[in-house]
């Protein structure tokens, strides 16, 4: 029997690339793993032999009104439809379901300020490729098999166009959401959020990306067009047919495993591709899409990320490093400047992973894109704006053998009356406590927030006599988080604080960790602004 940690050691030497030891806190425990069938070995093959796709920019078709109000909006139409993809050169091509003719789907271009209708239909086969967990909250045998629901992930939206997890719909429907976008420009992203099976789904490849932008950010002249680049990075397993294959645990009739981690790290639908660049400054607007994995991203020569954005858009100023953790869901916007090395191979890797491959060519070019020292100003929030602290436990339940069976957010299951309801504009420090071996990267939905601090504490005794004991000072969250963010990653045996202004739309969100095979055995739960 394979441990999962065994399993990680595993992928990490055929892979190389897990990377979630840096500080030692993100994983450990020996959870089992599940059985797993023959699997293609992906290290055989070539790498570096496709060119990076990039996802088409999608057009509206028309304009239609927008709900309670006498204007019109751009609107498009998004159908999750089966599609046949090569994600390697030397593979035959693997089914997948997606929005458009390639995983991840196509990208949206929206303008802060600017309201856009997108009618998300459900065009897929009645049954499902994935294994269902028929135990699983919202996934019982009473339920269509294919069920979806997108939600516009880190978008400020009113309620009813979120996609709430119990709003899925099934193969012949489809529904029209709003998305006024009265936010700061950032790179969201698209992706499925249907009850019990969103791990499945999202897997299947039903996301992509929106970008949004406006004129504070036009006028920076960051490198912009074929000069910036979507990356977005997600591990598969493969079948030796190439197909998507998704293990199942051992127990009978309960195949829910606790984590997936695939040895084929794709990026933008391709396994370590090729990207042809010119030796000036690009910029990459980068996604974790996996359901799992962590990445630790760096380029071989060295080269510095100038990381110009977060989650959530901007940072203040330009903050340079050499290597950055991406938990699933984030996002990371950074420029590099191959204008040092012309006629070389720089490749981006997550620690000794080669995900993909920059060849910079020789030629003569001007470049007059910026990297200004100032970006967009970020006003720090301060712990005395805040009106409200609540304390939340990320919890995980073993089985005698150690094997993770159940993952609860402050104690509390999905059906649960809902606790968490801040006021509409109030503000609130929100204080995961995490007991876990596991990092758990927390989202929520609708609002942005600042990282305060982490701190190691000791577990045992905040368990049994509910004080912390403390085990150092608190630390301010890493250079590469200290924008705004919508994803935290609250790692083990530690507290993680945030500051939350919930300056959104009144109603009922979902907040949740973003290992997709946590969210959907339980780690999410309903929130409400109220009103
Ligand atoms: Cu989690």
């Given at each position: 029997m394979t441990t999962r940690r065994t399993f990680l050691k595993?992928?990490?030497?055929?892979?190389?690339?897990?990377?979630l030891g840096r500080a030692g806190y993100l994983w450990g425990t020996p959870h089992m793993m599940p059985t797993t069938a023959n699997t293609l070995n992906v290290s055989t093959l070539a790498t570096f032999v496709d060119p990076l796709p990039i996802p088409q920019i999608v057009r509206p078709s028309g304009t239609r009104a927008v709900p309670g109000s006498k204007s019109t909006a751009p609107y498009y139409r998004f159908a999750a439809r089966p599609v046949e993809m090569q994600v390697h050169r030397d593979l035959k091509p693997t089914r997948f379901w997606s929005f458009g003719p390639s995983v991840p789907g196509p990208t949206m271009e929206m303008r802060s300020g600017e309201d856009v209708l997108v009618e998300w239909a459900n065009e897929l086969p009645q049954q499902h490729f994935l294994p269902i967990d028929y135990?699983?909250?919202?996934?019982?045998?009473?339920n269509p098999q294919v069920r979806i629901v997108s939600h516009m992930h880190g978008a400020r939206v009113p309620a009813s166009s979120d996609g709430y997890p119990e709003d899925w719909f099934a193969p012949g429907k489809s529904v029209v959401y709003h998305y006024p976008n009265q936010q700061d420009p950032a790179m969201l992203w698209y992706h499925d959020h249907a009850m019990g099976i969103n791990r499945?789904?999202?897997?299947?490849?039903?996301?992509?990306?929106?970008?949004?932008?406006?004129?504070?950010?036009?006028?920076?002249?960051?490198?912009?067009?074929?000069?910036?680049?979507?990356?977005?990075?997600?591990?598969?397993?493969?079948?030796?047919?190439?197909?998507?294959?998704?293990?199942i645990s051992d127990k009978p009739g309960a195949p829910w495993i606790p984590e997936l981690f695939g040895d084929a790290i794709l990026v933008n639908g391709k396994l370590a591709p090729y990207l042809e660049v010119e030796p000036r400054k690009y910029r990459f607007r980068v996604l974790n899409a996996s359901n799992a994995r962590f990445y630790h991203l760096s380029l071989s020569n060295g080269l510095p990320l100038h990381q110009i954005g977060t989650d959530q858009g901007l940072l203040p100023a330009p903050v340079t490093e050499?290597?950055?953790?991406?938990?699933?869901?984030?996002?990371?916007?950074?420029?590099?400047?191959?204008?040092?090395?012309?006629?070389?191979?720089?490749?981006?890797?997550?620690?000794?992973f080669n995900i993909m491959q920059f060849r910079v060519s020789n030629a003569k070019i001007s470049d007059t894109s910026s990297l200004p020292a100032q970006?967009?100003?970020?006003?720090?929030?301060?712990?005395?704006?805040?009106?409200?602290?609540?304390?939340?436990?990320?919890?995980?339940?073993?089985?005698?053998?150690?094997?993770?069976?159940?993952?609860?957010?402050?104690a509390s299951y999905w059906h649960d009356p809902i606790t968490e309801n801040?006021?509409?504009?109030?503000?609130?420090?929100?204080?995961?406590?995490?007991?876990t071996d596991d990092t758990h990267p927390i989202h929520l939905h609708a609002v942005r927030f600042q990282i305060l601090d982490r701190q190691h504490y000791e577990p045992w005794t905040y368990l049994t006599k509910k004080q912390f004991r403390f085990l150092g000072p608190?630390?301010?969250?890493?250079?590469?988080?200290?924008?705004?963010?919508?994803?935290?990653?609250?790692?083990s045996?530690?507290?993680?604080?945030?500051?939350?202004?919930?300056?959104?739309?009144?109603?009922?969100?979902?907040?949740?960790?973003?290992?997709?095979?946590?969210e959907d055995n339980e780690m999410m739960r309903p929130y409400e602004i109220v009103g």
């Open positions: 595993h992928c990490s030497t055929i892979a190389g690339g897990l990377t135990r699983l909250h919202g996934a019982e045998k009473t499945l789904n999202v897997y299947a490849g039903l996301f992509g990306a929106a970008i949004l932008r406006d004129k504070v950010e036009d006028d920076l002249n960051l490198p912009s067009g074929k000069y910036e680049v979507p990356l977005m990075i997600f591990d598969r397993l493969l079948t030796p047919e190439a197909q998507l294959y998704y293990p050499k290597a950055i953790m991406m938990a699933p869901a984030e996002r990371i916007d950074i420029v590099v400047d191959f204008a040092d090395c012309r006629g070389e191979q720089v490749i981006l890797r997550s620690d000794s970006l967009r100003p970020m006003p720090k929030m301060q712990e005395s704006e805040a009106t409200k602290t609540r304390l939340l436990t990320l919890d995980e339940y073993d089985n005698q053998v150690q094997e993770p069976v159940l993952m609860l957010l402050n801040p006021a509409v504009n109030s503000t609130e420090i929100w204080t995961f406590v995490n007991p608190r630390t301010p969250p890493e250079p590469f988080e200290s924008g705004w963010k919508d994803t935290v990653s609250a790692h045996k530690m507290v993680t604080r945030i500051i939350v202004k919930f300056d959104a739309y009144p109603g009922r969100y979902v907040w949740h960790c973003h290992i997709l095979e946590h």
